[in-house]
């Protein structure tokens, strides 16, 4: 059990209020951790503060008194950078959860950082807007933890990153400084552009209290459909078809039968397709209409590039196929102990790369499980080692350390860019 200095809680009791700082053991797990789930939690307390004003006077008497902290959104992060483990103060943006009205003349929207992201979604949705951030844990993801990771997620090949879509930032230093990095302005060219800093770097050089966001308007007319192809590279070929298709693509994400296997041992699924496949494509489009849909979704089947598929007829079966996709993640955890690596490549060297990693896989760990899904369109590939049942925890733990100089060595091979999670 860590604890903090005494002058330094005793600064905090005058200073904030009664309920600011959390003690309670039940608190501590809970605050101390993220998604990972791996690493042992090992808060001293947890901070909630109000405002920027309060994040700034605390980290001033952090600073003052040598007080470690973990920011803290969400927590749905995979690669365990909110979880203190070695007796730091939580700082959770939680309470700091407002939203200001929509400029619709700028088609932007000030939030504290703790706004959660299905929370600016749908504040945003009442005036026919949207920010473009989206993934399976937006319900519990704050936009603080989103900007701070960079976030990707399933609509990348349609609008980006996180990065693009925050105009402006308040950030309070570790000294407790407050910066404001580019207000509200599209176009500043002046100097550096500090914002782009703090935008992917997971709280290493500030807390972000606040951010002015860019929106866009709510994508009309969505068409989702569920293919299944034999293998990666009738995964690939399709993408080719559906860059080429009379529509939009604003998603497409791809899972193996291994993943659907583990989300139905998990929970209740549909189960759209009449014959399985070992590859499954879900596919997202905007602006589609119906005839040129219909004859493009003919000539896949026409030229064999699918040998199963189906289209939601309406909001509710479109939810069901998202929910194959978006309950893998939960799915692995919960049936089993994932080792997680999150791979971004560019398109082109997919194949080599899985085929490199098949055969890794074979002559190493033979007989392990990989669950693979993801993003194919920006070509970031989730990779899930699972620890077979009859290996003991412990002895996971021990290989999973080792891995990460031939993974990388693999990578070198086929020239792609592997960032490797060490937990
Ligand atoms: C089911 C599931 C699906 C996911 N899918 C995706 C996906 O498709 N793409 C993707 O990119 N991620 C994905 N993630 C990972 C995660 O949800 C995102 O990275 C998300 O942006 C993290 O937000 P959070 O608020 O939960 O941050 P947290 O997990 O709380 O924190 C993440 C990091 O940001 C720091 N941080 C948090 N808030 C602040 C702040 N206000 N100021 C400074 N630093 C801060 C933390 O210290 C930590 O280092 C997924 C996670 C789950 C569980």
Known sequence: MFSLPGDFLSAIAADFPADFLLTDP???????????????????????????????????????????????????????????????????????????????????????????????????????????????????????????????????????????????????????????????LEKNNTGADLRQLFIGSEGTLGVITEATLKLTRLPEKVEVLLFAVPDLAGVLSLFREARKGPFTVMAYEFFTEKCLTRLRRHRKAANPLSSPSDYYVLLEVERAESEAMEAWVGSVFERELATDGTQAQHSSQAAELWALREGISESLSATGLPHKNDIALPIAELQAFCAELEAFFEKRYPGWEIALFGHIGDGNLHLNVMKPDNLEKAEFCKKRARPTTTFLHLSKNTKGRFRPNTV
């Open 26 to 184: 039940a608190d501590l797990k809970e605050y101390g951790r993220d998604w990972t789930r791996v690493i042992e939690p090992a808060a001293s307390a947890v901070a909630l503060p109000r405002s920027t004003d309060e994040v700034s006077r605390l980290l001033t008497l952090c600073h003052r008194h040598g007080v470690h902290i973990v920011p803290s959104g969400g927590r749905t992060g995979l690669a365990a950078g909110a979880v203190a483990a070695k007796g730091e103060l939580v700082l959770s943006l939680q309470r700091m959860n407002k939203m200001f009205p929509v400029d619709l003349l700028g088609a932007t929207v000030r939030v504290q950082a703790g706004a959660v992201t299905e929370a600016v979604h749908a504040h945003a949705a009442e005036h026919g807007l949207t920010w473009p951030v989206d993934f399976a844990s937006k319900g519990s993801s704050q936009v603080g933890g989103n900007i701070a990771t960079n976030a990707g997620g399933v609509r990348v090949i349609r609008y980006g990153l996180t990065r693009q879509w925050v105009l402006g930032l308040q950030v309070v230093l570790a000294n407790g400084d407050v910066l404001e990095l580019n207000g509200a």
